[in-house]
């Protein structure tokens, strides 16, 4: 593994770090910016520490009954003012695991907006995609409350609901009676469609609609690849910030298929009863995804989440063609991984990936015997439980995101990092700097019930700086392209020949090329083009 020699944390923290320039002042809200009038009718919000917000407002009609499996449709208009206090219901899930009591709905399709102020400011503009795998999950969850970064960066921050698991992302296509009555890849044509409302409505919210940033984690990352490559999505957003997203983890037609008619097996119908999806109750739904992830993740030839399927339509081509393709020329990119990604999904709880060298045949079996000799040899502690992690980490999320950043880097400005920072209880019990601990970093929602973990025996103060900077470097890039202050050029853009890549750790540093002998093991392989 290449050395990369360590820089304190104090050279970043001071090329990032713009509090004084950027965040805004705290004086009092003019309450009568609450109430906006958007293209279907006016909503009255609310405030929080000099932040006004508004909650629950639906960018698409009900997609229930004859609606359901279909695409999303423009909400109707009203009169009078509708309150936008209370957010709206989330996408019907089958574990709450992710969004605790939040109570669940097929009139799911709503939107929130963060601000500092319902005026003609015109400031940058963040969309956030809520993370689950596609199949659970919010844009109203604690841990994605905006008002941090509101304050902080001076802009419009907005998180959205999509419709998830079987309602938002089974196929239909290749189904005998699904034409104009069951239509695909619905999850991400619902974040098509907030897009659209934010292009309408934002400005009226303060925010400048041609200056939007989408940005997302795990299937949230996933989706943020996702726009970059469907042509519906040109020009709703200018930048992107994909965190630890597998973007080799879309379905193909035959796999979408696949599982589809799996999941029609757990109700009992067939591809010839599919008007029955539409008849039965929401909660019949969810049980059957229940079933049907027990098969996912017994079966190792399997995907273990949902995922957008390549169409040939709508997603014309996976994502790597996609992007080589030039579909996301011009759009500026910031996109990074955990260094211990797997970690989690190897948890008791979850159990979805193998620990043992007997329970990685499967997975290592579609190479050839040399093909697999090149990979595992690239791990010292191969067949260790650390060492199938770190390939494991390596394979399914640090190598396809190290692809992804090279191709777009011949397209527009990219920006890479790794997310390395742990302490001794999430080493303890086995996660290290596992999938989604950046998270409360990055929205410095320490509050939370997860933040809460983070900070038990940890250094808080260390925490809190790492959060401003990663905060401020999310902000400034949402701002100009460019994760550093204004005139510094520390963190360098990606390019193949240098692989610049920003660590956040205790103590971070600028790492060129981080684990060049995995990347290059990986790479000779050809698997994520």
């Not at 950027?22 to 293209?39: C, P, Y």
């Not at 939040?102 to 400031?123: F, H």
């Not at 035959?254 to 109700?267: E, F, G």
């Not at 925490?463 to 392209?481: E, K, L, P, Y």
């Amino acid at each position: 593994m290449k050395h990369c020699p360590t820089r304190p944390f104090m050279v970043v923290f001071f090329l990032l770090f713009l509090v004084a320039s950027n965040t805004i002042n705290a004086t009092s809200v003019d309450t009568s910016q609450l109430t906006v009038k958007t293209k279907q009718g006016m909503v009255k919000g609310m405030t929080n520490q000099n932040i006004c917000i508004w909650k629950g407002i639906r960018y698409a009609k009900a997609p229930s009954g004859e609606l359901r499996f279909r695409e999303p449709q423009s909400p109707d208009s009203w009169t009078g003012v509708k309150d936008a206090t209370v957010f709206g219901p989330v996408a019907p899930q089958m574990k709450k695991i992710l969004i605790g009591n939040e109570p669940q709905g097929e009139d799911c399709l709503s939107l929130n907006v963060w601000s500092p102020g319902a005026d003609a400011k015109k400031r940058p503009v963040m969309v956030w995609i809520h993370g689950g795998g596609f199949v659970g999950g919010s844009g109203s969850s604690d841990m994605y409350d905006a008002t941090s970064i509101a304050q902080r960066g001076d802009v419009v921050v907005v998180t959205i609901n999509y419709r998830l698991g079987p309602t938002g992302f089974l196929y239909f296509k290749d189904m005998p009676g699904s034409a104009g009555k069951f239509e695909d890849n619905l999850g991400i044509k619902d974040q098509v469609a907030a897009l659209k409302w934010v292009k309408e409505n934002i400005a009226a919210f303060g925010g400048d609609p041609d200056a939007v940033t989408i940005f997302g984690e795990s299937a949230g990352g996933i989706s943020v690849e996702t726009l970059m490559a469907v042509p519906p999505a040109k020009g709703l957003f200018k930048r992107a910030i994909v965190e630890s997203g597998p973007a080799g983890d879309v379905w193909t037609p035959k796999m979408a298929t696949r599982v589809t008619t799996l999941y029609l097996q757990q109700l009992g119908l067939t591809p010839d009863s599919l008007y029955k999806l539409k008849l039965l109750p929401i909660d019949t739904l969810n049980s059957a995804m229940r079933r049907l992830m027990q098969v996912l993740i017994a079966d190792p030839s399997l995907p273990k989440t949902f995922a957008p399927t390549v169409d040939g339509g709508f997603l014309p081509h996976d994502l790597m063609t996609a992007i080589k393709n030039g579909q996301s020329n011009g759009v500026d990119l910031l996109i990074g991984t955990n260094k211990n990604e797997a970690n989690l999904f190897a948890m008791k709880k979850l159990n979805m990936l193998p620990i043992t060298e007997e329970q990685m045949k499967p997975y290592l079996n579609r190479f050839s015997p040399a093909v697999q000799k090149q990979i595992t040899s690239a791990y010292k502690d191969y067949p260790s439980r650390d060492g199938i992690l770190e390939l494991l980490t390596d394979g399914i999320f640090t190598m396809p995101s190290v692809k992804f950043a090279e191709l777009q880097s011949a397209q527009a400005n990219t920006y890479m990092y790794r997310f390395d920072w742990t302490s001794k209880p999430l080493t303890w019990v086995g996660l290290k700097s596992c999938h989604g601990l950046e998270i409360p970093f990055v929205f410095n929602t320490f509050n939370t019930k997860m933040g809460k973990k983070i900070l038990f025996l940890s250094n808080n103060k260390k925490i809190h700086q790492i959060s401003d900077q990663m905060q401020q470097a999310w902000v400034n890039f949402a701002r100009t392209g460019n994760p550093n202050a204004s005139g510094k050029e520390d963190w360098k853009k990606y390019e193949p020949a240098t692989r610049t890549t920003l660590i956040y750790d205790k103590k971070g540093y600028i790492c060129q090329d981080p684990k060049s002998t995995q990347r290059q093991a990986w790479a000779d392989l050809n698997i994520f083009e």
